[in-house]
């Protein structure tokens, strides 16, 4: 069974930065990209960033590029996503996903979810 499990939720200002990870177990290697979404209640999940286990290439949504960093480290099963300069429209749940997918940046291409981790930026 595969799970995925998020950390590294919070509080700060606008234009602080905080760091997620997605850590990953069972035969979480089977599927090819790891992705993080984003969700504020009532609306949609909304794509963030993604990245393939093997290759290491990422891809980013037009609100975060230039401030979010995907990476993963495939001997820890981790994938870290790096967010910088937050603004207040970035409060959201953020969950990672797996894919057996690469290049889309629909939910319901995502087969697997963590259980989210809070992210609230104050003005």
């Known amino acids: 069974q595969v799970q995925l499990v998020e950390s590294g939720g919070g509080l700060v200002q606008a234009g602080g930065s905080l760091s997620l990870s997605c850590v990953a177990s069972?035969?979480?290697?089977?599927?090819?990209?790891v992705g993080w979404f984003r969700q504020i209640p009532g609306k949609e999940r909304e794509f963030v960033a993604a990245?393939?286990?093997?290759?290491?290439?990422?891809y980013y949504a037009d609100s975060v590029a230039g401030r979010f960093t995907i990476s993963r480290d495939s001997d820890k099963s981790t994938v870290y996503l790096q967010m910088n300069n937050l603004q207040p429209e970035d409060t959201a749940t953020y969950y990672c996903?797996?894919?057996?997918?690469?290049?889309?940046?629909?939910?319901?291409?995502?087969?697997?979810w963590g259980q989210g981790t809070q992210v609230t930026v104050s003005s």
């Open positions: 069972g035969r979480a290697y089977t599927y090819f990209t």
């Open positions: 996903a797996l894919s057996e997918y690469w290049n889309s940046k629909a939910s319901q291409d995502f087969g697997v």
């Open positions: 990245i393939s286990w093997s290759l290491g290439n990422a």
